[in-house]
Each structure stands twice: as C-alpha cells, then as structure tokens.
C-alpha cells in the first residue's frame, strides 16, 4: 500500500468516526473487518490504487471500499444514507496527499446464510501529491 492509500483510508476513518448520526447508528467504525463486534458496524476495506499522476506532479486513483454489516431483515437505509454524506466530503488534504475528486461508483447488497447483510460501497477517489 503506498502512502496515498494509507492516507485516504486514514482520511475515510476519520470523516467516518466523527460523523455523530452515523456514530449513533452503529456500533463502530473500524479499520478493515473486526474480529469481535457485533453488527451494525461500518469497516473500511480494500484500498485498491494506480498511477493518475501528470507531467509535473505524482498522483492516485484509489478504489476504496466501505462496508456496512448489519443483521436482520430490516436494511438501515439510514446508515448507507449517512455514509453516501460522508463520502462527498472526502475532497480535501489527507496527509502529503489532496483528495480533488470522489465519488460512489458502484454499490452492492448481500444477504448472509446467517441473517446478516452486507452493504459494500466502492468508492473511486482521485489524488494528487500536495
């Protein structure tokens, strides 16, 4: 993982924990998948980047992905609303990085042989070196 990743994810974490409706709606925000928690839970995943930099300056597209666990057959649409929020602030510094564009590019919904489901967000972010 190159530094640009590590700082988007640490800049999704933060935007993610700090968002206090969110906060009230799960019981964590955790970086990767937790190993004990109980759900609803938001984890940010996979980091996934390529080269998108110019002539004069380095930059990333990064793939990120965000996870929303829950269990039931009741879906929190609430959550995956606030998370969508908090994903169109991720525009700004993050670290040695500038974030100058993101945007939900495709979301997914599963179902789980236990009950639980799982709400997966992709999230395409463009960035270049400060």
């Known amino acids: ?35 004990r928690v109980t759900a609803p839970y938001v984890a940010v995943g996979a980091a996934e980047g390529v080269d998108w930099g110019t002539k004069d300056r380095a930059g ?14 009741a879906i929190d649409e609430k959550a995956a609303a606030r998370i969508e929020a908090v994903t169109a602030a991720m525009r700004g510094p993050a670290g040695a990085w500038s974030v100058v564009g993101a945007r939900t590019i495709r979301t997914r919904f599963t179902f789980a042989r236990d009950g639980g489901w799982r709400h997966e967000f992709i999230l395409r972010c463009r960035c270049l070196a400060a």
């Open 1 to 35: 993982m190159t530094g640009a990743e590590s700082a988007l994810r640490a800049r999704a974490l933060e935007l993610l924990a700090h968002d206090e409706v969110l906060a009230g709606m799960v019981h964590g925000i955790f970086d990767g998948t937790p190993s």
């Open 60 to 73: 990333r597209e990064i793939r990120l992905t965000l996870t929303l666990v829950g269990v039931g057959s």
